[in-house]
């Protein structure tokens, strides 16, 4: 059974940081992208922040130069390193592993940015 579990987020001040972490189990998803999905309040689904196997890496223009995407693949890790917190960035933040037509969830995790 596959099983990807975020954790750190929670409420912070507007301008301060957080540091999601996203653990997966039962699959090993080296060889296959990572990333971070966000549903705010009253918008679709949007794809934060991703990485690829090899390293590349994608961000939505509004975290572009204060957000950071790593993973650790020999751990089974990605985690989203956020910074200047804006109330704009407010959500549930999903982890996925996988392509997009064979993809895994986690199960989200609340970000709340007030200002």
């Known amino acids: 059974q596959v099983q990807l579990v975020e954790s750190g987020g929670g409420l912070v001040q507007a301008g301060e940081s957080l540091k999601l972490s996203c653990t997966a189990s039962g699959s090993i998803f080296s060889d296959k992208p990572m990333g971070w999905y966000r549903q705010s309040p009253g918008k679709e689904r949007e794809l934060v922040a991703g990485?690829?196997?090899?390293?590349?890496?994608y961000y939505i223009n509004s975290v572009r130069g204060r957000s950071t995407i790593s993973r650790n693949n020999a751990k089974n890790t990605v985690t989203l390193q956020l910074s200047s917190l804006k109330p704009e960035d407010t959500g549930v933040y999903y982890c996925?592993?996988?392509?997009?037509?064979?993809?895994?969830w986690g199960q989200g995790t609340q970000v709340t940015v007030s200002s």
């Open positions: 996925y592993g996988g392509n997009s037509n064979d993809r895994y």
């Open positions: 990485m690829g196997s090899t390293g590349d890496t």
